[in-house]
């Protein structure tokens, strides 16, 4: 029997036709833990990084974090039982008007015969259904617009089975936020937050009634994860429309169909966001949800209970966010502000001499660096008021006052 072993280039070998088995894998394991080159840091000559030549750091972490785990466990109970009873679900009703063939009645008609048509007109209410939550005690409810658009009627469920008739007090669609109101007292009321202060990382909980009838029950469904992201802007297109989202907050709590117009809420039990939607393959949760944060979201509910209708401020502009690339392209020393890509000719901007292709750097003293922070400046505003811009124009800056006013019947952008 012959036994090789070679380490590096030193040529070690043994060799031997008598040796007991046992003998030969002893001195095998000595040549292997004592003289190979690696137990010295390297390997091949190279050395290796310090922290992989140290032994793993020692220390016992799971009294951390078990401690973690129990402290962040008693607080989602906390808050499922804090915000759960202001939860609601919605239920919709929509008449959908349709024409079906009877090939049975009518049947001269079918061959030309004066008198109508063999198609028939018939209408149906489809049910639909979404979650919702309370704002004050006296029965104001938030919830999605895409939930009650354009539906006949509306009803709530408290999570304690009740059910009252709704009515709608004000809806936005660009924002996609509606108000909605019950005639009740005393009810729990969820508690606002303030979505500027979100913290990518930090813990978020979904609550709301997914899939309905199909899960049971009128208690909400409570689910955790993260703030994945923020300032995410998407489009969609359903049967409510098409329309485009920015600034939302992006978690991978999971998010369902039914959750839509519930909240999102951190840690401390406060409301972060309005759950709206999900990029999803299979029609359930992926992990990529998103929510219309709670600032815009209380914004529109007070124009909506003081005026009925969101009072927009219109400038007149289409606009995007300025990308490295584009920046490069153009010409531009930095990729901050927002592009204006288009302008009504009849719009504001227009008329104060705006083009395509300036860059808005600020406005009314807050630098914009990307359409977030454009609508922000913009959803303060009021038609009537005088808006402070900077732009930059192929490298020259330059400013004005810009009077914004309503949008015109029909009119989209900014």
């Not at 809420?265 to 359930?284: E, K």
């Not at 913009?378 to 008021?385: A, H, I, R, T, V």
Request: hydrophobic fraction near 40%.
């Amino acid at each position: 029997m012959r036994v090789f072993y070679h380490s590096g280039g030193n040529g070690i070998s043994i060799r031997s036709k008598n040796l007991p088995v046992y003998k030969l894998a002893l001195i095998t394991l000595f040549l292997l833990t004592f003289l190979s080159p690696s137990c010295k840091g390297k390997e091949g000559g190279v050395t290796l990084p310090e922290s992989l030549s140290k032994a793993p750091a020692s220390g016992d972490t799971s009294s951390v974090d078990q401690t973690i785990t129990e402290s962040m466990g008693g607080a989602i109970v906390t808050v499922a039982e804090q915000v759960g009873p202001t939860v609601v679900t919605i239920n919709t009703l929509t008449t959908v008007t349709g024409n079906y063939f009877n090939p049975f009645q009518d049947f001269f008609n079918f061959y030309g015969f004066p008198g109508g048509t063999p198609f028939k007109e018939y209408k149906q209410k489809v049910p639909g259904m979404g979650s919702g939550f309370i704002i004050s005690g006296d029965g104001y409810i938030l919830t999605a617009e895409h939930v009650i658009h354009q539906v006949d009627e509306i009803s709530v469920v408290l999570a304690d089975g009740t059910e009252y008739p709704a009515k709608l007090v004000g809806a936005d669609f660009a924002t996609d936020v509606a108000l909605l109101k019950i005639e009740a007292i005393n009810l729990p009321v969820a508690q606002l937050g303030n979505s500027d202060e979100v913290k990518v990382g930090q813990w978020a909980i979904a609550i709301g009634h997914p899939f309905g009838e199909a899960v049971g029950g009128t208690e909400p469904t409570v689910t955790v994860g993260v703030i994945s992201a923020k300032d995410r802007t998407m489009s969609r297109n359903d049967e409510s429309g098409f329309r485009v989202y920015s600034g939302l907050l992006q978690t991978d709590a999971a998010i369902n169909p039914g959750n839509s117009g519930g909240p999102l809420v951190n840690s401390l039990g406060q409301v972060i966001g309005i759950n709206t939607a999900i990029i999803t393959t299979s029609g359930g949760s992926l992990g990529i949800g998103f929510a219309v944060p709670i600032n815009i979201a209380r914004e529109v509910a007070i124009q909506l209970i003081q005026y009925g209708i969101v009072v927009k401020a219109w400038l007149g502009v289409y606009v995007q966010n300025m990308t490295p690339q584009l920046a490069e392209a153009m010409g531009v020393e930095n990729s901050k502000g927002v592009l204006i890509s288009d302008l009504s000719p009849d719009g504001p901007a227009a008329k104060a001499g705006l083009e395509r292709g300036d860059i808005i750097k600020e406005m009314n003293g807050t630098s914009i660096e990307s359409v977030t922070d454009y609508d922000k400046v913009m959803q303060e505003l009021k038609p009537g008021d005088k808006i402070a811009i900077v732009i930059d124009r192929g490298g020259r800056e330059l400013t004005g006052k810009i009077t914004v006013i309503a949008p015109p019947g029909g009119e989209e952008g900014r």
